[in-house]
């Protein structure tokens, strides 16, 4: 395939080694193991890479009784440290940073063997009320405890229409503490905690496929539409605006996520990785993307992410290289200089800060968001991350910096 237009300015490095060949990778999410997790939907397994680029492929269990279609589709972090999956043949599985894989199926009943639908599989993400959510592809939302207790919703939900690809594809928690789905069928649908559900439509252009969600930085929803080529924002109210303008046609923009730049950013399946600012505006880049990005996802470099066919590519500004593409403070290399400092450390959720050099040790409790540290003058190594805590750095001087840093909850 030719290599696809786009801004320079940002490069693609991709991981093809010990991922299987044509394992149609659907969904890549950052791991809470300071990793990469992604669905590896034809081969029917779940795998795993490190931000250097070192791939483990984890096998699902085989269950002849419920059918041949037991693809992963969607795979999210869990409220309990694990990851999660939804699967085609009904199953919700969980698999534990080590690889251990538990997989639930009582209780879930919307999915069909009609292979007609699979273009958008199924989508998983943790809610605001503790438990994962997950769309099906017959038109119902489900929701599991992390214990395994599942809950279904129908009501509310259009009718499934096997004609328009049918079902449900992506959901994600809102900032308004609800969850949000997207219907291929033309909506974008809300469900609160309870259960009940709004759909809306209007805003959405016909036939355009809304295909995945997210939560984006300035309080509202962003949604792809694959067959309409564009990127479309919705309020928590309902309120629909698409964007077009700056997407190669044609595209399929397709996963979404949020980016580390206050930004979203999405894959578009024609050899691209978008990336869309609040205001609409879209720069789209392809340097170094050689097949079709289907999913995008911050890592704990804080680089963009992205899933294809059968590889991981990592897309950061050209010129850089390594974990963090350049700019991130490197525990063992930059802190030290830093001693004596005190610095504002923003973090992405509660924490204890550690580090030690001897005899010396440092234990500083972190709430979430902006906290003030001062680095002791002993300092000159903190320990990599072991439950990928992303900490924003910035010095008297404005210099600004990330690390992911030991920390224990």
């Known amino acids: 395939m030719?290599?696809?237009r786009g801004d320079d300015s940002w490069r693609a490095t991709e991981f093809s080694a010990g991922i299987t060949s044509g394992c149609s990778i659907t969904d890549i999410v950052s791991g809470p193991?300071?990793?990469?997790w992604f669905a590896e939907y034809a081969n029917q397994a779940i795998g795993r890479i490190t931000p250097s680029g070192v791939a483990t492929e984890f096998q699902l269990p085989n269950h002849p009784e419920l059918g041949p279609y037991g693809?992963?589709?969607?795979?999210?972090?869990?409220p309990d440290g694990n990851l999660w999956f939804v699967r085609r043949n009904g199953i919700v599985g969980r698999i534990t940073p080590q690889g251990a894989i538990t997989e639930f199926h009582d209780g879930i009943t919307g999915f069909t063997s009609d292979l007609a639908t699979t273009e958008l599989p199924s989508r998983i993400t943790a809610g605001p009320d503790g438990a994962l959510w997950f769309t099906e592809p017959d038109g119902v939302i489900g929701r599991i405890t992390t214990a395994g207790a599942v809950t279904e919703f129908r009501d509310?939900?259009?009718t499934y229409d096997r004609s328009q690809l049918g079902g449900l594809a992506g959901i994600a928690a809102g900032p308004d503490g609800n969850l949000w789905f997207t219907d291929p069928q033309g909506l974008v649908g809300r469900i609160t905690p309870q259960g009940a559900v709004t759909e809306f439509g209007a805003g959405i252009s016909d036939r355009s496929v809304p295909a995945y969600i997210v939560a984006g930085p300035d309080?509202?929803?962003w949604f792809t539409e694959l067959y309409g080529g564009r990127v479309a924002r919705i309020t928590p109210q309902g309120a629909v605006t698409e964007f077009a303008a700056g997407i190669t046609a044609n595209s399929a923009p397709s996963g979404i996520g949020a980016g580390p730049d206050g930004n979203v950013w999405f894959a578009e399946r024609q050899g691209r990785v978008g990336r869309?600012?609040?205001q609409g505006a879209v720069t789209?880049?392809?340097s170094g993307v050689t097949t079709n990005p289907t999913a995008v996802t911050t890592g704990p470099d804080r680089a963009i992410w992205f899933s294809e066919s059968d590889r991981v590519g990592r897309l950061a500004p050209a010129g850089t290289t390594g974990a963090g593409g350049g700019t991130a403070l490197r525990p063992r290399l930059t802190l030290g200089r830093l001693r004596g400092l005190w610095l504002t450390v923003t973090v992405s959720q509660a924490s204890t800060l550690t580090a030690r050099s001897g005899r010396h040790r440092l234990r500083k409790a972190l709430h979430r968001g902006r906290n003030a540290v001062h680095v002791p003058t002993w300092l000159v190594t903190a320990a990599r991350a072991r439950r990928g805590v992303t900490l924003t750095v910035t010095t008297r001087a404005g210099r600004t910096g990330h690390a992911?840093?030991?920390v224990r909850r």
């Open 219 to 221: 309080g509202n929803l």
């Open 71 to 78: 693809f992963p589709g969607g795979i999210a972090v869990g």
């Open 404 to 406: 992911v840093l030991h």
């Open 33 to 36: 193991d300071g990793n990469l």
């Open 2 to 4: 030719a290599a696809a």
């Open 284 to 286: 789209e880049f392809a």
């Open 156 to 158: 509310g939900i259009q």
């Open 276 to 278: 869309i600012t609040p």
